[in-house]
């Protein structure tokens, strides 16, 4: 019976947040505590559907998932590495394939490429001969260290995400089939120095879909054992980003370059497009105030699953200041302004600052005089995944005609969760802010009048060249003038015995 070790490692970070993250950002699971991602939209529970079957012996070892935040610790990036390898390396000898959920833009202090730090060790403790798949987020950033460890990779087709689970099981099965022998894996990687952002990401309809389409039917025809283009986090600063092709064939090395570099090549011309179009808040607020029906707000720059601190306060003194007169729906993360709703009570008229908590450079503190609605724990699932959020202590306030939901802790708004947790449907009001560059088109977009995406400051702002990166390799579009490119695919080859051939 062949048995597969299950190991798990997730987090996305922005190197442009003030705020670090720590091990207590981590939901951790130990051993069979990881099987409850069982039937769930995860990369687990995808990988478990197919690996759960007679005559396979499932190895769960450890999984850590966090969300989006700051860069990691040194001291979180060290207790984190330390207690998934010391659980690798005690079940390790019984495996005969290993299997590796992980997202692909982490970052740490001391250590910038953490994903590939780990797939190190883990093929240090495994040997050359038992075969490692990983699977990525396509916002990773899939470095040269990592591709010399595993013997193949899966990658996300969707953005916005939901086939998390058939990607776990894409790289299952490709595991098994390593694992039966016979097959020579043989990567083709070609780097593209270009950082993309925007609507034409959007892979039901966007230029990016079209070519991951091609990936799709590289890997349905037979053509590729797997295949995907990864675009990268453009917030997670580190040596290797950038936007790069993978092809993997069966030992066929002539063919997995040619795709890989006909797809690049495809790819280099349609940069310009796959930029965020941003519209001054102004210029928003004022369109805004003459269309009947809701109106959508992307705070793109503020998005806590890209790694923002969520803290941003940009829209709300806007709209103010502007004197927007219809019904506003807004999300923060203040833990003062939350814990003075708590402590005051439900009905309570409350003087507080709203905003600026964490991010303090870019966003002034505002006064002003609220209302306390409703209070809760903060705790929701989120839509796609059913995974839990805990966003701590949550208060909705109110503002003149302002419905403000507080969080105490930072997780992902891109979908309705915490709205809907807090008794509160969109639907019900005119502007309603949302901290994600896209949502699932069902939440929002289906039902809304318009969405502006907004020109405002932050941790994950799309106009990049504002951030300041200090680490990535450049010249680099669209940070820099006159970048230019040509197609060069790296080939990667693991042979027993022998670390991943490159070429």
Known sequence: MPKILVTECMQEISSFNPLPSGYENFRIERGEELTAQRGRNTAIGGALSVFETPGIDVIPTYGARAGSAGLLS????????????????????????IYVSLHGAMGADGELDPEGALLTEIR??????????????????????????????????????????????????????LM????????????????VRGDELITKTGCYGELIGECRRLEAEGVALAAGIMIGNPFTDVPELCSQFIVTTDGDEARAR????????????????????LLPLARAIGQARTIEGPVIFTDAADATSSGATGDSNVILKALREAGYPKRVLAQIVDPRAAAAAHE?????????????????????????????????????????????????????????????????????????????????DPRDFDLIVVKSPHTEHHMYDAWAARNFNIDAPGATSANLRSLGHTICARPMFPLDEGVEFEPAAKLYTRRPGVDAAAA
């Open 344 to 424: 005051a009570g439900v009905g309570a008229t409350i003087d507080v600052t709203l905003g600026g908590f964490h991010d303090a450079k870019r966003f002034a503190p505002m006064p002003l005089r609220a209302t306390v609605r409703l209070l809760s724990d903060g705790k929701a699932r989120l839509e796609t995944m059913r995974q839990p959020l805990d966003a701590g202590p949550t208060a909705v306030l109110t503002v003149e005609n302002m419905t403000i939901v507080v969080l105490s802790r930072t997780v992902s708004l891109f979908d309705r969760a915490m709205y809907y947790a807090n008794g509160l």
């Open 258 to 277: 040619e795709e890989a570099e006909r797809l690049a090549r495809e790819f280099w011309p349609l940069r310009f497009r796959m930029q965020g179009k």
């Open 180 to 195: 039966g022998g016979g097959v020579r894996p043989t990567t083709a990687r070609v780097t593209i120095p270009a950082l």
């Open 124 to 177: 240090r403790l495994a040997g050359d001969d038992i075969p490692i798949v990983a699977s990525l987020d396509l916002h990773g950033i899939l470095t040269d260290r990592m591709l010399r460890q595993v013997d193949g990779v899966a990658i996300y087709h969707t953005y916005p995400h939901v086939d998390f689970a058939d990607t776990g099981a894409r790289a299952a099965r490709l595991l098994l089939r």
């Open 74 to 97: 040194a001291e979180g990036w060290a207790r984190l590495s330390r207690e998934l390898l010391d659980a690798v390396a005690s079940r390790i000898e019984d495996a005969d394939g």
